[in-house]
């Protein structure tokens, strides 16, 4: 199946400065690509995805990059903020024989420190 | 408020014993997940159902079962068989077919194995 991997595996950063987390995928079919962000004891919310046809998408302080030739694709995060401190996990999509189900990285824990 | 209930958020079984998990999910969503986590190994699938009546297997099924008589309900039971059950447990649903929809979490059910 698909394989997704992430890293950094942690990331700290100074309160202001940004954060790039980085992906790579195996299967070129795969074209849906969500990021999450996981607070502790709860379940992963949605922040931001892109579709293959796309190869920038910016929300307020957040981008993702998507290099479909290279298969990688990357969330930025400008002016951290301590509440951005999380996991997050990239995560691209299957295929039929998986019903289509997500397949995740291992996710990135984010310390913003003020 | 639309969402995912999972219940209850901490389990304790003792070893031997099947337990069932519980998701619950008032979006209409017709696309259903059950995804482990473990610390450092991001979320992995264990099974997904499409349509009501019909679950398939994802990458991690053996120890586990599904039913899905309800489009709302997709309890998932850990088996004696399970190996390893002490997890943290995610359901998910979306819709539009599921491909290249958005998943919806819920927000885990912790379940300790002694």
């Known amino acids: 199946g698909e394989n997704v991997e992430q890293h950094p595996s942690t990331l700290s950063v100074q309160e202001g400065d940004s954060a790039v987390i980085k992906c790579t995928y195996s299967d070129s079919a795969s074209n849906y690509f969500p990021w999450y962000k996981q607070e502790l004891g ?19 302080r957040i981008a993702v990059t998507l290099n479909k030739t290279a298969k990688h694709f990357s969330l930025h995060i400008t002016e951290t903020q301590p509440e951005d401190s999380a996991v997050y996990f990239c995560a691209a999509s299957g295929n039929s024989n998986s019903g289509y189900a997500l397949n995740f990285g291992k996710g990135t824990s984010l310390l913003v420190t003020p | 408020d639309g969402g995912i209930t999972q219940s209850p958020k901490y389990l304790f079984r003792k ?100």
């Open chain 1, 42 to 60: 709860k379940g992963p919310q949605l922040i931001i995805d892109i579709r293959s046809n796309v190869g920038e998408k910016k929300d307020q």
């Open chain 2, 15 to 114: 070893e031997g014993q099947n337990v069932t998990l519980s998701c619950e999910q008032n979006l209409n969503h017709d696309a259903m997940y059950w995804y482990r986590q473990d610390p450092g190994q991001g979320l992995r699938l264990i099974y997904y159902s499409q349509i009501v009546n019909d679950f398939q297997k994802g990458d991690i099924a053996e120890g586990y079962s599904v039913s899905r008589e309800k489009k709302e309900s997709f309890p998932l039971t850990v088996t004696s068989a399970q190996k390893n059950p002490t997890a943290f447990y995610l359901c998910a649903s979306n819709g539009q077919g599921a491909l290249n929809s958005p998943l919806h979490f819920g927000n885990g059910t912790r379940l300790t194995v002694t």
